[in-house]
């Protein structure tokens, strides 16, 4: 597989924050339930977090780029990485309506008992601040990697 400079950019960041959100969500999972967000255990994960993307995107750049001089962004490039900005606030604003629906239902709205019961399947549900906040670091996960996929696709259609 033959990548451009740009791709090979834009695909080692989509695998980096890949293993930085599957690291967090990892170790949020192992955290007990009821852990407050302003706690030591999630001062220590929120730490290792940052210490990582830092260390991890200056080797990724490294890597990826290497001695070779970053090229200057172009019309086209301008435009790829507008219409991926596009892709990813649509999926991210779908993505935050779905799930604060989701949790608004899940907390004992009326909902009618049906032969599917999704009563049941709703309210079964808790929410704690850790996995509200788990859930949001996978929605901004999911808008960044659908940025990068548009903005792969696009250089690779030649657009």
């Known amino acids: 597989m033959d990548l451009s400079n740009r791709a090979k950019n834009i695909l080692g960041f989509m695998i980096f924050e890949t293993l930085l ?17 302003l706690s030591e255990p999630m001062f220590e ?16 750049t490294a890597i990826v780029n290497g001695t070779k001089n970053k090229e200057a962004a172009d019309e086209r490039d301008k ?3 507008a219409k991926a900005d596009g892709y990813a606030y649509r999926t991210l604003v779908w993505s935050i309506g779905f799930f604060l629906a989701f949790l608004y239902a899940s907390q ?3 909902i009618a008992d049906s032969p599917y019961q999704i009563k049941a399947i709703l309210t079964s549900f808790t929410f704690t601040p850790l996995r509200v906040l788990s859930a949001m670091v ?22």
């Open 79 to 81: 435009n790829i990485e």
């Open 21 to 37: 959100t599957a690291y967090f969500l990892w170790h949020a999972k192992r955290l007990p339930a009821d852990t407050p967000l």
């Open 108 to 110: 004992g709205a009326e």
């Open 45 to 60: 994960l929120i730490l290792a977090v940052i210490l990582l993307s830092i260390i991890g995107g200056i080797l990724v």
């Open 138 to 159: 996978l929605i901004l996960w999911l808008a960044e990697t659908v940025k990068y996929a548009v903005q792969l696709r696009l250089y690779r259609r030649g657009y």
